[in-house]
């Protein structure tokens, strides 16, 4: 056999394994459809029966088996929050479409989010922003996250460890703010840190361990800097921890 011949043989087996790797595809659909079904289904109560398509699309495309460890690599693409490790946990694939959608993600936001978890929402919003900032408290997580984050390519995304009350003030301002764990207020830092005209979306509301029932907010800062709030779901996140870190 030749070398040319050699070397093609290669490539094709290269091409054939990231193939392989990425036969989750039609999983990704059908979680997807679930999402749609879903969102058509209590659209009544939060007035968004249809989800942006470009969201959707982001959802088909994100592997999402390559951010949750590998004995949940199996649930991936079920409806459902998984485990990720130091008590916490990536939403569930509804939950990161709807939130996402609130966010309304434009190609030229600078998006900051507060707890990168697995990194998932990151990746998701990264292929709707021109950039996204994330910021996550358990240096394990933010660790392992910017690792997944750089070994499958989204380089739009930048992370690092601290406590997301203080938002990320080097990058700010932002166009949108994501917030994926739930304070008892919205903090200071992040409504300061939100351009004027842009949006937030928090889970808000009490973090005792026998409630655990947040709202789901969207804040709009208009131009002049006022801010209005508008309560859309009730939601169910961990807390916005309190940190020493930063
Ligand atoms: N967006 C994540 C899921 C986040 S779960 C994903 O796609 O996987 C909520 C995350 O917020 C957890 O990882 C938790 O450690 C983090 N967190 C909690 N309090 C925080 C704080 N004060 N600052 C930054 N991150 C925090």
Not at 45 to 59: C, F, M, N, P, W
Not at 135 to 153: K, W
């Amino acid at each position: 056999m030749g070398r040319g011949a050699i070397v093609a043989l290669i490539l094709a087996a290269v091409a054939a394994s990231a193939v392989a790797k990425d036969d989750r595809a039609p999983e990704r659909r059908l979680m997807v459809e679930a999402i749609e079904r879903l969102a058509l289904s209590v659209g009544a109560s939060t007035g968004h029966a249809k989800l942006d398509e470009r969201v959707l699309d982001a959802l088909r495309t994100v592997p999402r088996h390559e951010f949750v460890p590998a004995n949940a690599s199996r649930m991936a693409y079920a409806d459902r929050p998984l485990d990720i490790g130091h008590g916490q946990s990536i939403s569930q694939p509804f939950v990161v479409a709807f939130m996402t959608h609130l966010l309304q993600v434009q190609p030229d936001d600078r998006v900051l989010e507060i707890g990168t978890g697995s990194g998932y929402q990151a990746a998701v919003m990264s292929l709707l922003a021109r950039e996204v900032y994330s910021v996550e408290i358990v240096p394990g997580l933010a660790n392992r996250a910017a690792l997944t984050l750089q070994r499958l390519g989204y380089a739009n995304v930048s992370s690092r460890i601290g406590d997301g009350y203080r938002g990320w003030e080097e990058h700010a301002p932002y166009d949108k703010i994501m917030v994926t764990a739930a304070p008892e207020y919205i903090p200071q830092a992040l409504l300061a840190q939100l351009k004027p005209g842009g949006r937030l979306v928090i889970p808000v509301g009490s973090i005792d361990p026998g409630m655990q029932v947040q709202n789901l907010m969207v804040v709009e800062k208009a131009a002049d800097g006022t801010t209005t709030s508008t309560s859309v779901i009730p939601v169910r996140f961990v807390p916005l921890v309190h940190g020493k870190t930063n």
